[in-house]
Nanobody, 124 residues
């Protein structure tokens, strides 16, 4: 089992920045893909960014490219999502997820473990 705990969400004005953190515990995630998904009210959950823990390859959704950076701290077993230039449409609950057999970055059923989510609200 892998436990994921997100933090760092909050209320920010448009144009501002936030850094989300996802602390992993339990089973090692060294061979996992770690993803950040988000779900806005009334919308489907979508991938924001993902990183391969082993090697560091990354993926960004088109909507996030150029505005965010996903990274990992191996020593702290933590994944980060640095978001800049936030827009009101970025308002959502952001979830951290871990998958051992991810076939496509944004395919949520491939992710085995999920955190509880952290709310990000961007005011205009």
């Amino acid at each position: 089992q892998v436990q994921l705990v997100e933090s760092g969400g909050g209320l920010v004005q448009a144009g501002g920045s936030l850094r989300l953190s996802c602390a992993a515990s339990g089973r090692t995630v060294s061979n996992y893909v770690m993803g950040w998904f988000r779900q806005a009210p009334g919308k489907e959950r979508e991938i924001a960014a993902a990183i391969n823990w082993n090697g560091g390859a990354t993926y960004y959704a088109d909507s996030m490219k150029g505005r965010c950076t996903i990274s990992r701290d191996i020593a702290k077993n933590t994944v980060y999502l640095q978001m800049n230039g936030l827009k009101p449409e970025d308002t959502a609950v952001y979830y951290c997820a871990a998958g051992a057999s991810v076939t496509r970055w944004g395919r949520s059923p491939d992710y085995d473990y999920w955190g509880q989510g952290t709310q990000v609200t961007v005011s205009s």
